[in-house]
């Protein structure tokens, strides 16, 4: 009997301290610190399931246990976009609430989290790399760490876990009162609606359509925005505010009032590789700036700094490696083959543009100058989005040195060039020939064209077969110095194209 009694008292011990240590864990942070891979599993009643089926995005109240540790009254949801998405009974997205029915509950230092099933990047570590990539440039963003989840007894996988925005990550940031972060509805700009998510909604925030472009900029912390812009640009991260008007929030700063913007939905990172430094950019901020040429040499110092601090070296990627090596061991085999090699082609992409961007210029006095008649343009690269087409350099006895592209299969194959140029209005020309081209069964603007990027105008020589004839395009830099590309394109399934490479010129019209 003895034997029996010290036998259950120390089941029990065993089970009690294993609960405590799980409890220290579990309200313990930051999340860096913790396992590299959180367990979590979710307890739904039926009803519970036919709501979400029915209404995925209305919580509905779930018990969960967070390694080990039992959450009662925990409020769920399905969350996700148009890519992302997926029903309850496959592998969906969820965001958890842990305070809306018992206030003051946290799992290590956060009252929200987020569980994103990575539908949309392979690798399940783009998010993991955004946010790093913000913290080395001394932008907060929220933490991001891993999770395997259950949804009772079935196990739907490896997910990302992301803290939410929430009081408890402002105040962790920005311990002062008085803060408040607001988001955009439905992929809103600052002219469009916002709601308040921390903080206090009254905090100085400008509101409405009918909110002056000099109001804004008066607010504007726009040092921290210029830091901002230049993380989202080197990042590429095509899905933020600078490059897509999306995926971010807007802080009021509670000492100054002043507007900051912090980076959101970073799973798209590094795509495409061979972004400029200085694209034209959707966010009307970020477009606002662009007209003030002070404002546009800061980002280019901006730009270069943030490049050395983060990007330069091997740092980003070692760091990425160290969070890979803690999640892959507490996996299944099929999952941690499936990470690492998404985890691959991220690190691939990532050196694709470092390179890429060791070769952008940073500096105004690299800007190209100008004088009285055009100049030739230089540094033509083959680049093919889709097409399996190429193109050779060879000599021509009529014209001279040629760029010959041929296409072969749907998509686009171009040789293209970079710029620098300051303000001013220009004229790019060239001559071209070409077979008879077969359309593509897709898009728009098939043929061979002279296209200058941004949205600018582009000069089409179509589809049918020609003889060497001139294009031209003309088009403005209102904001330089820019990195402009020149593409010499062809939009075909088959055919052939040349461009006269000497002919290939650039003038400054004003």
Sequence with gaps: MRDQLQGWFGRVTKAVTAAAWGTFAALAGPWTEGPGVTEIRLHL???????????????????????????????????????????????????????DRVPQR??????????????????????????????????????????VVWLGDRRIGVYVMKEGFTDEFLQRHWPEPGWALFEPVRGSDVDGTMVCRA??????FPKGSATSKRAWLDQLDSAAFLRFQSV???LAHRDGYTLARNNYRILVEPRTGRLAWLPHGMDQVLQPVELTWNPVPAGAVARWLREDPDRVSQYAAVARQVYAEVFAGSALEDSLEVAVKRVLPVITPTEARSVRAGVEELKGRLRARQEFLRGQTFVADRALVLGAGPVPVTGWQVVRMG??????QMECSEIGPVLELHAAGPGVVAWRAEVVLGVGRYRWSGRVRNTDLEP????????????????????SGGLQASPWRPLAVEFSVTAGPETVQLNCELRAANGTAQFALGSLQLEKLE
């Design 232 to 234: 989202e640009v080197l």
């Design 45 to 99: 009643e039926e009803a519970a399931r036919e709501s979400l089926r029915r209404n995925p995005r209305q919580d509905v109240v779930a018990t969960v246990e967070l390694n080990g540790v039992r959450w009662e009254q925990v409020h769920v949801h399905l969350k996700g976009s148009t890519g992302s998405f997926r029903p309850l009974d496959e592998r969906p997205s969820w965001t958890l609430d842990l305070d």
């Design 440 to 459: 593509l069964a897709f898009g728009q603007n098939h043929g061979v064209a002279l296209r200058v990027s941004g949205d600018r105008p582009r000069a």
């Design 199 to 204: 903080g206090s909604a009254d905090a100085g």
């Design 106 to 147: 946290r799992f290590r230092g956060t009252s929200k989290f987020h569980l994103n099933n990575a539908a949309e990047d392979p690798s399940f570590f783009g998010e993991w790399l955004g946010h790093a990539a913000f913290a080395r440039a001394g932008i907060p963003s929220p933490e991001v760490s891993h999770a």
């Design 387 to 392: 097409s399996e087409g190429g193109g050779t």
